[in-house]
Nanobody, 123 residues
Framework: QVQLVESGGGLVQAGGSLRLSCAAS????????MGWFRQAPGKEREFVAA????????YYADSVKGRFTISRENAKNTVYLQMNSLKPEDTAVYYC????????????????WGQGAQVTVSS
């Protein structure tokens, strides 16, 4: 089990930017695929982005492609989600996830979840 702690959420106006960070407490961070998911009120949790162990491969949901960027720094045990051109429909609790198998849009139960970070985009 990996302990994940998100930070960087907040309130922003539409068109603005935020960067989420997720710090992992594990010695072998580079052996984990990392991902971001989000859950809006009254909706199911949905996939946002994922990144491979080395950071070479990145995957995005269609709804965020071109606006969000996932990255990682293995030396700091941290994964990031840079969110630009934010829209009110991006409002949700954002969750970091870790797994030793690939995280994809079909992933429902990764090995570890963070506690979540609230992102609110006002119109």
């Amino acid at each position: 089990q990996v302990q994940l702690v998100e930070s960087g959420g907040g309130l922003v106006q539409a068109g603005g930017s935020l960067r989420l960070s997720c710090a992992a407490s594990v010695r072998t961070f580079s052996s984990y695929t990392m991902g971001w998911f989000r859950q809006a009120p009254g909706k199911e949790r949905e996939f946002v982005a994922a990144i491979s162990r080395s950071g070479a491969l990145k995957y995005y949901a269609d709804s965020v492609k071109g606006r969000f960027t996932i990255s990682r720094e293995n030396a700091k045990n941290t994964v990031y989600l840079q969110m630009n051109s934010l829209k009110p429909e991006d409002t949700a609790v954002y969750y970091c996830a870790a797994d030793q198998t690939p995280i994809t849009s079909a992933t429902r139960n990764p090995g570890s979840w963070g506690q979540g970070a609230q992102v609110t985009v006002s119109s």
